[in-house]
């Protein structure tokens, strides 16, 4: 004798299947919203992370502006201070940020790390390798930073055979035409500050490998 299933057992065997199927689908949406949240914490931290750095590199930046204001009497500026991260030329060809370490001809670099320019297992020393100042501790993040002056040489900032760039300003005299207002009288001669500018460069490390960088101009 043959026994056939009745239709009612194989309806209760689809719903089996689709019973299945629903919980593979609702596996798989509650696996890609964890991963989502994840994404957006993860891009969260890094984000508090890196205002972390910045705030770290204007605690640099102040202690570089200390190095300077100490150093201002006497010929110190005059000369590159490596020890110290400062140098008395503009370096115009300094690649602070490192993005130039990969092409063919790399731009000059900061030593940030003590390793003599060594970025991504390459040497990149040939090209210029800058000592960057002692370190400076910010909480959790670790701060460095370099000091350019904006001159051609290192020499007196007034001497003749340097160039300095320098913020131009009223003086403080008026010129003889005052109250004229035309091409052939102004209310004052054009003149110029004698002090230079002065680029800070900070590179901050946080705890996670988090780096940041900022950038001064700097006058007195």
Same mark, same amino acid.
């Given at each position: 004798?043959?026994? =056939? =299933?009745?239709?009612?057992? !194989?309806? @209760?065997g689809?719903?089996?299947? #689709?019973?299945?199927?629903?919980?593979?689908?609702?596996?798989? /949406?509650?696996?890609?919203?964890?991963? %989502?949240?994840?994404?957006?914490?993860?891009?969260?931290?890094?984000?508090?992370? $890196?205002? %972390?750095?910045?705030?770290? /590199?204007?605690r640099?930046?102040?202690?570089?502006?200390?190095?300077?204001s100490?150093?201002?009497?006497?010929?110190?500026?005059? $000369?590159?201070?490596?020890?110290?991260?400062?140098?008395?030329?503009?370096?115009? %060809?300094l @690649?602070?940020?490192? !993005?130039?370490?990969?092409?063919?001809?790399? #731009?000059?670099? &900061?030593?940030? @790390?003590?390793?003599?320019? &060594?970025?991504?297992? $390459?040497?990149?020393?040939?090209?210029?390798c #800058?000592?960057? %100042?002692?370190?400076?501790?910010?909480?959790?993040?670790?701060?460095?930073?370099?000091?350019? =002056?904006? *001159?051609? $040489?290192?020499?007196?900032?007034? @001497?003749?055979?340097?160039? *300095?760039?320098?913020?131009?300003?009223?003086?403080?005299?008026?010129?003889?035409?005052? /109250?004229?207002?035309?091409?052939?009288?102004?209310? #004052?001669?054009?003149?110029?500050?004698?002090?230079?500018?002065? !680029?800070?460069?900070?590179?901050?490390?946080?705890?996670?490998?988090?780096?940041?960088?900022?950038?001064?101009?700097?006058?007195?």
């Amino acid at each position: 004798m043959m026994h =056939r =299933r009745s239709p009612a057992g !194989r309806q @209760d065997g689809l719903s089996l299947l #689709f019973a299945l199927m629903a919980l593979v689908a609702l596996t798989v /949406g509650a696996v890609a919203l964890i991963r %989502s949240v994840d994404s957006g914490v993860l891009a969260l931290g890094n984000l508090t992370f $890196k205002q %972390s750095g910045v705030a770290s /590199g204007a605690r640099g930046a102040e202690s570089a502006v200390a190095w300077l204001s100490g150093n201002l009497a006497g010929k110190t500026l005059e $000369k590159d201070v490596p020890a110290a991260g400062y140098y008395a030329t503009s370096k115009d %060809s300094l @690649d602070a940020t490192r !993005r130039t370490a990969d092409a063919a001809v790399p #731009f000059a670099q &900061v030593d940030w @790390d003590d390793n003599n320019c &060594v970025v991504n297992g $390459k040497d990149i020393s040939a090209s210029g390798c #800058f000592d960057a %100042s002692p370190p400076v501790t910010v909480g959790s993040d670790t701060v460095r930073y370099v000091i350019t =002056r904006l *001159c051609s $040489k290192e020499l007196p900032y007034n @001497d003749t055979n340097n160039s *300095c760039a320098v913020p131009v300003v009223p003086p403080t005299t008026e010129a003889n035409a005052h /109250g004229f207002v035309d091409n052939n009288h102004t209310g #004052f001669e054009p003149g110029s500050s004698t002090s230079p500018y002065y !680029r800070v460069i900070t590179r901050t490390l946080g705890p996670k490998g988090t780096v940041a960088y900022t950038e001064t101009l700097i006058h007195y």
